[in-house]
């Protein structure tokens, strides 16, 4: 092979086939010995019906990795060569098993030995090493570096698992299932055996084993069975795991309450460990955190961490059923678990919290990543159609966008159809791997209604644009909507513009009259074709169900011009826009008027885009743009705008609003959103100043308000004892916009010092850090307080991650140039290049966070990201791919920094690379 990259093997959905075997039962034995591991696993195997006997066994693992001690069917040893051979799958291996080394029928066993050092996978995928504690992560395809089996989701099996180690170095063994044997071998050696009664693919095996510390509880299911619930983690963090077992108490309960589910087996584990690739595993009833998502205290973790590690927790654990009682055929439909259950763990959060903060916030991010993503080369449908590393695919179109297509269901059916729908899908594929039609299919037999169109959302990528044209007839008192389609052409297998077919879009509408009411929809509502509209208990809110490229909905009764609200609640991931555009002064109707809390926030959104936009354009090209120079204040909505903007900061003050609320209300959109917004050809560095400018520009006019704000929560703060509940949080998120809005000013670098320092959780801790970053009057104040916030935490794995991902954005805004300073940071102890986290908040805070560093004008800042995925790629492959995403959006930029960045793409291609970077730099060369 040459040293340049060369094309991995495209797997497609088109070519999936039945596994021709059946592992009824199989049997895992390690044993763990200091550094080493030997496997032995011993499979009950019987053919499916209809296969020839000649047929051979085929099975994954991963010969660079492991050794092969020997394979044996019925106690018989095979001959590498005549009974078996082993062949590259890319970075992988095939056990090609022939049909005459097997029994001509009935069942058989097949017992495969493999050794190999856990220690030395870098890589975080199969059996591994974290802090001296064993620990799997298996999904997807991380079983191959354990052993040779079928490592794909629709073969399961009943798994038992006996594990053998040295009592002082493992003390605590773990598995799935149930504990059914634990032993004392002498030796100081034990061993512990436990069965999982469920059928669970090979991805959802986990072990663990290791020195931990545990804590324990219980929960009584609805049915009256106690369930014996723990989490483990390292000595001296185990102190912090209390709101994680509350947050899965509170999971549980929901689950019950909201869909039925009463949790199956006695036993729950979760495990915490330093280093981990992913978010969290669900694995069978031993579900494995990063232990960022776990571990939390009033003064280590802040209020977001918080409400993020009960999301997750409670994501992990609805897995139970849309995951693992129900799994997917194959990796194509990814997004039937993942999709569902981040659905099912956003309703978590909006029934224990703010429906609508939590709405907003996820739409925020819905718009500025995944909307990012569909426009990329590496656009996909919710279900793709091909793949070269499936790792590659834990993207944010199979989750965030497959939440939002799960939601569409929810919002087409409603909340009680959506229930039969989800109860029929358990009644009828309950232990059974199974695929996104088979999910559509008991949603539509539920319901009498039709859905068929909303089907293509599953196999057509891209962000549809719609457009909703309003004209009111004050003669014939009708409102007429005429909503149209667009979808986009990409660079998937199916993405060409023409090929694609209208999907059904559920768009919510409301019409507010001149007394800021509600419009009720007493009247006919016409609809063209086979279009559908259904109303709300209050017949306040419509929704009209777009199944054409374009068809128009007559609402008749209306007696006034109204002021549309369109897609409430953001009833469909779609681009909007309105016709006619609406006027500052109808937004601001909408931002005071509107009973949807969504459009509320909408309208403050679109009036200070509308105006960042219209500065932007006027600045992109100018070179050398000073901050100074850039003017805000003449933009004709500017003083609407801030006056609006200031009465809500006095509402909020004042308490006759909910401040989570204003905080989201009254954050500016991302310079990364704005990009996306003005692409192509945007300036990223201009864009960012103009932003800048911006919200120093709103905070000189806001100071009294935002001073004020301040002030009233620091004295409500006065003596209270800091919990994590709604009036907390709430009050604690208005102050760190208030802090984070006066950081843009010249004159309060002092005031934020002392902020700091008198801080007495991390929410307040990190919302003085920084409103210190970003403004080079604070430059000493903010390196003090920095200085004191790493000397505090630089031994806690996770806190430090915090200082890192901010260090990382700033870098270069003081007198050393960006990559200098990143590569400083690099040296020091606080950083581990082999630490997922840590390389995410420091790598990915300059690429993501850092504009001015990473899209540097010479390509600096380019060349130094991809000198890091090149190091990186060669110790975790997982982790290189991730961090190539900012290198797929050169498209948006102006032409300077696309040539910049594609230079960096080609030298990464003439390179031998992982399979992982390969597939994600190749695509985003596609045009």
Known sequence: MSDAAAAPKEIRLSEYAVYPFVFDEVLLEFDLDGDDATTRASSKITRREGVDASSALVLNGKASFVELLGVYVDDKALVDGSDYDIADDGDDSLMTIKGEALPASGAFTLRVETKFQPVKNTELSGLYKSSGTFCTQCEAEGFRSITYYPDRPDV???????????????????????????????????????????????????????????????????????????????????????????????AMKWDEDRFGLEYDLDLFNIVAVDDFNMGAMENKSLNIFNSRLVLASQESATDATFERIESVIGHEYFHNYTGNRITCRDWFQLSLKEGLTVFRDQEFTCDLHSRAVKRIGDVRYLRAAQFAEDASPLAHPVRPESYQKIDNFYTLTVYEKGAELIRMYHTLLGREGFRKGFDLYFERHDGQAVTTDDFFRAMSDANSTNIEKLKLWYSQAGTPALEAAGVYDDAAKTYSLTLTQTLPKTNDVNGAAENKKPQLIPVSVGLLGADGKDMVFDGEIKCEGDAEVTLNETKTTAVCRLTDAKQTFTFTGVNSKPVPSILRGFSAPVKLTITPELTTDELLFLLANDSDEFNRWEASQKIATGILHRVCRK?????????????????????????????????ATANTLDRAWVEEALSFPATSQLIQDLAPGVDPVNTYKVRKAFARAFAREARTDLEAALATCDKEAAGLAYEVDGPQVSRRALRGYALRMLGTLDDTGSMLSDVYSSAQNMT????????????????????????????????????????????????????VAAVDEMKSIMARDVYDAKNPNKFYSLIGGFAGGNIPGFHAADGSGYEFVCDVLLSTDAINPQAASRMASPFTKWRLYDTSRQNLMKAQLQRLLATKLSPNLFEIVSKAMQE
């Open 619 to 651: 600045h992109n090209a100018d070179e050398s743009l000073n901050e100074d120079d850039i003017d805000i204040t003449s933009d004709s909505s500017w003083s609407k705008y801030v006056d609006a903007c200031r009465g809500i900061i006095r509402d």
């Open 156 to 250: 399961m099996s009943i798994f038992t698992t006996r594990i053998v180690a040295d009592k002082t170095a493992c003390p605590v063994l773990l598995s799935n299932g149930n504990l059914i044997k634990s032993e004392d071998l002498g030796d100081n050696k034990h061993a512990a055996t436990w069965m999982d009664p469920w059928r669970k693919p090979c991805y959802l095996f986990a072990l663990v084993a290791g020195d931990l510390a545990m804590i324990e509880d219980k929960f009584i299911t609805m049915s009256g069975r106690e369930v014996a619930l723990r989490i483990y983690a390292q000595h001296k963090n185990i102190d912090r795991c209390g709101f994680a077992m509350g947050s899965l108490q509170r």
């Open 764 to 815: 307040d801790t990190v919302a003085a850090l920084g409103a210190l970053c970003g403004h080079k009057t604070h430059a000493a104040h903010k390196t003090t307080a920095f200085d004191d916030f790493l000397r505090k935490w630089e031994d806690d794995n996770n806190v430090s991650c915090t200082w890192l991902r901010m260090v990382a954005s700033e870098a270069g805004e003081g007198d």
